[in-house]
Structure formats: structure tokens, C-alpha cells
């Protein structure tokens, strides 16, 4: 049985402890902790030894873990900041850093800029046991299934792996299949997000309600059952994207995607194991 994390981006508005309460209360078991500085800010970088033991500490005490922390929105392996989202890492004991595909599509001169952007960052963090996590990402220089492999073939992948999230795919071309992609890339994925998407394939994500699952077009069962046959995925991490502080989105109504979200998620991920019936005379 694979367990559900939540990104804390969906609590973009809200500080820290409102985050991991509302994901507590819902069950999960993990957080994607945002390192995102425009939009969900809860982790700062460059701090103390001891800030950082204080987050951990807080978290823990929510009986959650960290899956990961998330750069992406504001720290790119090239930034300055990089470092700073490294040494949080390393000071919290996470092993993933999670951070979008840059550059962008249909362009080749795009793409070695981006496979050398990685690459450098790869070689930074190869002696901390510390492994980056790229989402392929509509738009961008890595955003099909045929980018994905291009990449990983170009990348150390000892230290690189891709966070797979279906909707990207989906919204990359007309004819792409989550489900096809999730089976042809699975062995170079090192962490899973998970939402639905509306029908549409435009780039943009759509509204917030179509990306709450069981309220869009993907297969998202299929999906999970590819999923539970990972063996280096622990946790599916539900991301769903508007609900920042920009929005002014009323923390109830995010507490309401959050809890109806792994409502509809959780049968999806349990494995039933048959036991022996035990006759009772």
C-alpha cells in the first residue's frame, strides 16, 4: 500500500502550522515542503542549524514525514539560493529536492541548456545522498514522454529522476496518454503528483475544482495501479496549483479539496492482501 503526502502549496496563503494542521487533520501521511518564495513560502533558506531542527521537529510532532522539498517557483539549480535549498536538505534529513523543468519546447538549444543547468546541480549535490527530482512540464524544454527519455539519457541518474506529474503530460500533446507515460517512464521517476485535469488539452491548468480528483478526465485509477507496482515510490503527493495567497482562497474551502481529495485517492491506493479464513468451530 503506497500512502498519500500533500504539497503545502496548497496552503500557499497560509503560514507553516496551518499547513501541516490541515494536512494532518486529513489523514496524509507526507508533505512536499515548499521552499517556493512567491507563492508558498514555507521554508526559508540560508537560516540556522536551528530553524531548521525547530521545522523538522514541528512537523514530526504532526506525525508526518517530508518526502521532499520543492524549489520550484523562485530557486533553479543555477540561483544562488540553490545552495541554501541543498543545506536545508541536508540539515533535515530530506533525500528529494523536487524543482520544474526549465527552458522551453521545440527547442534544442533550450534543452542542452537545461541538461547542462542539471548536470551542474547534479554534481553538486552527488556527495550529499541528495537526488533531484525534474518534472517534465508543458512548455518546457522536458514535457513529453520522448523529452523525459532524451533527458534522463543525458543526466546522471544516480542523482536525477523525474517527479511525474500526469497532468503535464496530459496538456503536452493531444494524443499524449498518462497512463501509456507513467509505464514507459517509471523506472527513471522518483516521485509521483498526483491531480486530475479537465478535459481540455490547453497548457494552462484549468479552474481548481477540475484538478480535484475524480473531477476531470484522467484515468487516475489506472494510474495508481501503476503507481503501487513502484518500488521506489512511498508516497503519491497531491498538488493542486491556485490556491496561493494571491487567490484569497478561505482556508476551509482548501480543507474541504484537501480531505475531499484523499477521500476519493485512499481506496484507490490500498492493496487488499487475502489472508486464510480461520474456521471457527
Avoid at 62 to 67: D, M, N, T
Avoid at 99 to 124: L, M, P, Q, T, V
Avoid at 238 to 246: A, D, F, R, T, Y
Wanted: glycine residues 8%; neutral net charge.
Amino acid at each position: 500500500m503506497k500512502q498519500l503526502g500533500c504539497s503545502t502549496v496548497l496552503y500557499g496563503g497560509f503560514d507553516l502550522d496551518k499547513a501541516l494542521a490541515g494536512i494532518a487533520k486529513a489523514e496524509y501521511q507526507a508533505i512536499e515542503l515548499c521552499a517556493r518564495p512567491r507563492i508558498a513560502p514555507h521554508l526559508e533558506i540560508n537560516r540556522s542549524a536551528s530553524y531548521y531542527a525547530d521545522i523538522k521537529r514541528k512537523i514530526n510532532d504532526y506525525g508526518l514525514v517530508i518526502e521532499s522539498i520543492s524549489g520550484t517557483g523562485g530557486v533553479a539549480v543555477d540561483c544562488p539560493e540553490f545552495e541554501g535549498v541543498v543545506q536545508a536538505a541536508q540539515l533535515m534529513d530530506v533525500s528529494i529536492i523536487t524543482i520544474s523543468a526549465g527552458g522551453k519546447s521545440n527547442s534544442e538549444e533550450s534543452f542542452k541548456r537545461f541538461i547542462d543547468r542539471i548536470n551542474c546541480g547534479s554534481e553538486y549535490v552527488a556527495s550529499t545522498g541528495i537526488r533531484l527530482s525534474i518534472k517534465p512540464r508543458v512548455g518546457k524544454a522536458v514535457c513529453s514522454v520522448d523529452t523525459a527519455k532524451r533527458f534522463m539519457d543525458a543526466v546522471d541518474q544516480d542523482q536525477v529522476g523525474l517527479n511525474f506529474d500526469p497532468t503535464h503530460i496530459w496538456r503536452s500533446q493531444s494524443s499524449a496518454d498518462p497512463v501509456k507515460a507513467i509505464s514507459d517512464l517509471k523506472s527513471a521517476i522518483n516521485t509521483v503528483r498526483i491531480r486530475d485535469n479537465r478535459e481540455s488539452r490547453k497548457m494552462k491548468v484549468g479552474p481548481i475544482e477540475t484538478q480535484i480528483p475524480g473531477k476531470g478526465a484522467l484515468d487516475l485509477q489506472a494510474i495508481a495501479d501503476i503507481i503501487k507496482m513502484m518500488p521506489q515510490i512511498s508516497y503519491a503527493v497531491l498538488e493542486i496549483i491556485g490556491m496561493h495567497g494571491k487567490t484569497k482562497i478561505q482556508f476551509d474551502e482548501i480543507q474541504r479539496i484537501v480531505e475531499e481529495s484523499i477521500a476519493y485517492l485512499k481506496p484507490m491506493f490500498f492493496e487488499y492482501v487475502a489472508t486464510p479464513m480461520t474456521t471457527i468451530v
